[in-house]
């Protein structure tokens, strides 16, 4: 038995043993993971479909279907890897006019995204 299963055992686990769970889950990324599997309510995806019609549609097109950035239809999108857009949509693209949007999104509400452009997105309500 380690040093460490004994102070577990002798009761000085408290502090220490939270500790060592959120290391152990900021390492893993087991808490990102965790809440990565919830989706947004109804208003914040009502407000993600706002976003993505006006913001990105903005470069993108109003419809999704190109401008200044590519498409976003199912069709454009349906090879690329779920976790690379969705990593798109949160870091940016450097060296082109793609913004990070992780200011304003976490990883679920972009995994939400993804999961709806590759669907087909919907409109505006």
């Known amino acids: 038995m380690n040093s460490l299963s004994l102070r577990v055992?002798?009761?000085?686990?408290?502090?220490?043993?939270?500790?060592?769970?959120?290391l152990v889950l900021s390492v893993t990324g087991g808490v990102r993971s965790v809440l990565a599997d919830e989706l947004p309510g109804l208003q914040r995806q009502a407000d993600l479909v706002r976003l993505v019609r006006q913001d990105c549609g903005s470069c993108h097109g109003m419809t999704l279907a190109g401008?200044?950035?590519?498409a976003l239809l199912p069709a454009q999108l349906r090879?690329?890897?779920?976790?690379s857009l969705a990593a798109t949509i949160l870091y940016g693209r450097p060296g082109t006019p793609m913004p990070p949007w992780g200011a304003f999104l976490n990883?679920?509400?972009?995994?939400?995204?993804?999961d709806n452009l590759l669907k087909g997105f919907p409109d505006e309500h």
């Open 9 to 22: 055992q002798r009761g000085l686990h408290g502090p220490l043993f939270y500790g060592l769970l959120c």
């Open 67 to 70: 401008g200044l950035g590519p």
């Open 79 to 83: 090879d690329k890897p779920p976790e």
């Open 107 to 114: 990883e679920n509400e972009a995994k939400w995204i993804v």
